[in-house]
């Protein structure tokens, strides 16, 4: 009897390690895959979701997460704004649900803040820029590999050679946002 009970405590003992075992790998596989989410799949995980993010050198802003890029991010906020904001901007974000997605494919893998930049200067929207200082408005003239050039302009007045006070290029890294309306 006593050799029974012995063989049955270290039967029970010999499971007990294994479970723990068990749950010690899941947990550290675990850890491991979280390990390996970044903050754009994290954010895409909330696309649709109404968010509230703090940027490095402006104010914070809040709206619905329409889309995620590879760098960036876009906001739709009210008064039929959209803010383009670089992922380097943002120093939190508020109001993410549990979720992560991963990039959907190939192209949307590689879009961008500059291919946005470009549509934006392509379609002549007049933005305001936020990058360190006071915000500057105008009109996206192109955008290079690491930098945008701006004609500055009055927000309210169309990019006329009239109207065009300066030219400011701005490298894409100094950038915290991009509003448009």
Request: charged share 30%.
């Amino acid at each position: 009897m006593r050799l029974e009970a012995l063989f049955a405590d270290l039967e029970s003992q010999f499971e007990a390690l294994q479970d723990g075992d068990l749950y010690g790998e899941v947990a550290d596989r675990i850890r491991a895959e979280v390990g390996k989410i970044t903050v754009l799949d994290r954010l895409r995980g909330a696309v649709g979701t109404p968010i509230r993010v703090e940027l490095r050198h402006a104010d914070p802003v809040q709206g619905t997460l329409s889309r995620v890029g590879k760098d960036c991010l876009l906001l739709e906020a009210e008064r039929y704004e959209e803010w383009l904001i670089p992922d380097t901007a943002l120093t939190a974000v508020h109001g993410l649900g549990p979720f992560a997605e991963p990039a959907e494919g190939a192209v949307a893998a590689k879009l961008g803040l500059a291919h946005l930049l470009r549509g934006i200067a392509r379609d002549r929207s007049p933005v305001t820029l936020f990058c360190g200082g006071n915000p500057i408005t105008g009109t996206i003239d192109r955008v290079g590999a690491d930098f945008l050039e701006l004609a500055e302009h009055p927000l309210d007045a169309p990019r006329r050679r009239t109207e065009v006070y300066n030219s400011r290029l701005v490298p894409t890294q100094a950038l915290d946002a991009v509003r448009r309306r």
